[in-house]
């Protein structure tokens, strides 16, 4: 008995198709419209498993009405062994930028982002030029900063233990606003596995850097993105100075 194909099923074959057309084409960048003019990633859906694929466009950072989230990472290596696929190409990436993005991205809906890696032509020297002193205004207009720990990688057992250690501290948060440091680790002391898994996330290659500080001194709601873990910004603070 033969089985017609479904829709979905002539989706998924098309987009096969243009995965591998697209594979083999790199991407070459068009010149920005003005010095005012920024490149923004629309990262389309996907399962983990699947293709990277986007697409870029241009807006102005002056009169720009695209919401977007930035991201700040550290790129670890230079070289690229991974790739994500345009309409106009696949563009190289390193393997810390693919898993930055490969948590980022969502199952169901596109998300527009700003990386620079990508959002700004590396190997355009005027482009940088220009580009770099706008960054400020990047982080300080976009949503979110999204600050992404992946250098070196999480542990799973550090997770693991950071989720107990996050919702033992939940109960004693309202102590930590009310008594201060010195009576939540009396009362919730932390295990050595739980100030453990704290001192690697605190030991990543981001807090390091001068530039990934400037980032988060401008952005206006500083996410932390850790293994499966996303706090804001002074929560993330919070766990650090009770640990």
């Known amino acids: 008995m033969i089985i017609a194909p479904t829709l979905h099923n002539h989706l998924i074959i098309l987009n096969a198709l243009f995965i591998f057309k697209t594979m083999d084409n790199r991407y070459s960048y068009e010149a920005l419209d003005s010095f005012e003019h920024i490149r923004l990633l629309i990262l389309e859906p996907g399962r983990p498993d699947t293709p990277l694929q986007c697409d ?31 309409p106009r190409g696949y563009i190289s990436i390193t393997a810390s930028l693919d898993r930055v993005l490969r948590r980022l991205r969502l199952q169901e809906s596109r998300r527009v982002v700003w990386a620079d890696a990508i959002c700004i032509n590396q190997n355009d020297k005027t482009e940088k030029a220009v580009q770099v002193p706008l960054m400020s205004d990047i982080y300080a207009k976009a949503v979110q ?5 992946t250098e070196p990688l999480p542990p799973p057992a550090s997770r693991s233990v950071l989720d107990a250690w996050y919702a033992k501290l939940k109960l004693g948060m309202c102590w930590f606003v009310l008594f201060g440091t010195s009576l939540v680790k009396k009362r919730w002391p932390p295990t050595w596995a739980e100030v453990k898994a704290v001192d690697l996330a605190l030991n990543q290659s981001w807090f390091g850097r001068v530039w990934t500080v400037q980032e988060l001194v401008v952005s206006r709601y500083p996410t932390v993105l850790y293994g499966s873990f996303q706090w804001n ?11």
């Not at 977007?68 to 345009?86: F, H, L, N």
């Not at 900063?145 to 720990?149: A, E, R, S, V, W």
């Open 145 to 149: 900063t999204l600050i992404c720990l």
């Open 56 to 86: 870029i466009i241009q807006v102005s950072i002056h009169k720009n009405h695209v919401q977007y989230e930035a991201i700040s990472y550290v790129w670890g290596s230079s070289d690229q062994p991974s790739k994500i696929i345009t």
């Open 233 to 243: 910004w002074n929560k993330f603070s919070d766990i650090a100075v009770v640990s």
